[in-house]
DNA sequence: ATAATAGTGTCTATCAGACAGTATTAC
DNA sequence: GTAATACTGTCTGATAGACACTATTAT
């Protein structure tokens, strides 16, 4: 009886493949705004199993170079993006018998945001080519490995509502920005118009911004160019974005 | 080169413990309502590791019993307390090399509301002991084993979070009960008071509940009853309860 | 009648949307 | 000047909190 143990003379004996352990790994849908759209990195498959499908990003643990979770989710992304400060969040976690045909898995997946000319992509052995989609042209033109679809629309479904109350999309923007560009990040995500004296509003009371003191000149009057403040963290607004009535 | 393999081929060669595969299991946060206080179901581990102490139920995925991972969720539940159809929610994931001694591990971790007056607890094999535990009494007073402080307490803060703009608590009731309990399990869950008018109004407007046609007598004017409408599922608010200003 | 709790009427405060107005640049 | 975009003033509308008011029961 194991009661009798120590858990020392317990763990000496133990042997993780005892038990029903399964196919573990972490995923990511990495956004990122290009060309005025909201658009994800998928890799194409390199290796057995759905090999030559389209995926998301993902992997195995390393558990020598991963102390906790969410450090893979950030080596895999720092490997296929060069990108190593993104704002990271676990979205949810799928497991199933018939997810993956090796058996039983699981995987962790995270949502990150980054800047799109900060990257450089790579491939590496396990894609032969990686690209960035647009999250518009995924309905059904575009068949996904596994479940990726549904993991891809549980991370979309996340980033939209957190967009309705939050200032996430600041991550999506470069160092500096005009406010008609982060209202603009805004409007892309939530997919509807919002009404600029509203934005401003919403913006300054949440006191999340400093101006750089530059301005962005075009063919008309220059807008203040603003940064994020230091030590903002993402602001949680108490109320929602409605949009048009 | 696996490339060059059939999947097929590919399938029959591969073995999972080929690689780094973290121990995985499933954790559960199970609150209920009892004494008018939020309280959560805590057993003792009757094995190694952290043997003697409290825990959040959990353990592994069944292969043979569990076709995804809420199902073993819910059959952790049934285990512990009989009750199959609860409100249940996955919260996060939490993973790293020194959670567990057994080495790398991964929990997945849900909550679920339950209704305590249908319960009858029952340990197992790897409890000796079971027990409901106010969620105000483990602040510093009880050692959790594992990380399980932290996980509850994310259980605990998802929750919270969610009773402003959700109608969640109403799964903490039996299938009747008045207005005035239901703001009071609000009240609770969320440690404030709530004023009584903006509550009703909230409710009203949502359309969640409908009457039962039966009243709660006691010393004084009789309470309706309601309860949740058939296809009631759970309402998302666009605004926050704020409370007292 | 009184105590006690159920339930309502209605005021104010806050913040989102609407929309017209002013400001500042390039040309 | 005109065109274009940045930025603001201020009205309306929706919904939360405050709080006093009425309603209905047991005793």
């Known amino acids: 009886m194991t009661a009798k143990q120590t858990e020392k003379q317990f763990l000496k004996s133990y042997n993780i493949h005892d038990f029903d352990v399964p196919l573990t790994s972490v995923d990511m849908a990495i956004f990122t705004l290009k060309d005025e759209q909201l658009q994800v990195l998928l890799v194409k498959r390199a290796q057995h199993p759905a090999l030559g499908q389209w995926a998301l990003p993902g ?32 979205v949810a976690t799928f497991g199933g018998a018939d997810r993956d045909p090796r058996g039983w898995s699981v995987t962790i997946t995270y949502f990150a945001l980054i800047v799109c000319d900060e990257v450089e992509l790579s491939g590496d052995e396990s894609s032969d080519d990686v690209k960035w989609v647009p999250i518009k042209d995924i309905t059904n033109k575009l068949e996904l490995a596994f479940d990726h679809k549904q993991v891809l629309a549980a991370c979309i479904e996340r980033l939209k509502n957190k967009v309705q109350y939050t200032s996430l999309p600041v991550n999506l923007l470069p160092e500096e920005f005009t406010l008609t560009e982060l209202q603009q990040t805004f409007e892309i995500i939530l997919d509807k118009k919002i009404e600029k004296k509203s934005f401003r509003r919403r913006i300054d009371d949440a006191d999340i ?12 009057r220059p807008a203040k160019l603003y940064r994020a403040k230091p030590k903002g963290e993402n602001f949680y607004f108490t109320r929602n974005i409605e949009g048009p009535r």
Chains 1, 2 share one sequence.
């Open 209 to 220: 911004l400093e101006e750089t003191g530059n301005m962005k000149t075009g063919s008309n």
């Open 59 to 90: 992997g195995f643990i390393d558990f020598k170079k991963d102390k906790v979770l969410a450090d893979a989710a950030r080596r895999k992304l720092a490997e296929k993006t060069g990108v190593d400060t993104p704002y990271l969040e676990q």
